[in-house]
């Protein structure tokens, strides 16, 4: 996902899966987000759709940088430890069904301990 919660193709997260949903008879047994900061995708969890009960998964980066920056970055940016778990559990709110997260880019096992902590206090 790009910075303003769209898929690289300029197609809203909501109209893709409900295209493949669509295409294949909901062959799919789930989605996943993946590469993109949690503030990169979550103002398009808003509504209530289907589609977000079809997202099970999150693989979130650590930084808020585009692709294009992290592309040119010199230094791998880990992002703020606290507020990556902090807004990794957040979307709980929003996915009910989510129950898989982990980390993608910028991202270690200290990432992952922070959303559980935030999941688990």
Same mark, same amino acid.
């Given at each position: 996902m790009e910075t303003d919660g769209r898929l690289p193709s300029g197609q809203p997260l909501g109209d893709a899966i409900t295209q493949v949903d669509?295409?294949?008879?909901?062959?799919?047994? &789930? &989605?996943?987000?993946?590469?993109?900061?949690?503030?990169?995708?979550?103002?398009?969890?808003? @509504?209530?759709?289907y589609w977000l009960g079809r997202i099970k998964g999150v693989r979130s980066n650590a930084s808020k940088k585009s692709h294009a920056e992290l592309d040119e970055a010199e230094e791998l940016d880990r992002g703020d430890?606290? @507020?990556?778990? @902090?807004?990794?559990? @957040?979307?709980?709110?929003?996915?009910?069904?989510?129950?898989?997260?982990?980390?993608?880019?910028?991202?270690?096992? &200290?990432?992952?301990?922070?959303?559980?902590?935030?999941?688990?206090?």
């Open positions: 669509t295409e294949t008879n909901s062959a799919p047994a &789930y &989605y996943m987000i993946n590469c993109a900061h949690p503030s990169h995708f979550r103002h398009v969890l808003t @509504e209530d759709h430890l606290s @507020e990556f778990g @902090e807004s990794n559990a @957040e979307l709980k709110k929003v996915l009910p069904n989510l129950h898989i997260f982990g980390g993608c880019c910028g991202t270690d096992h &200290y990432h992952v301990a922070e959303i559980c902590k935030h999941m688990h206090g």
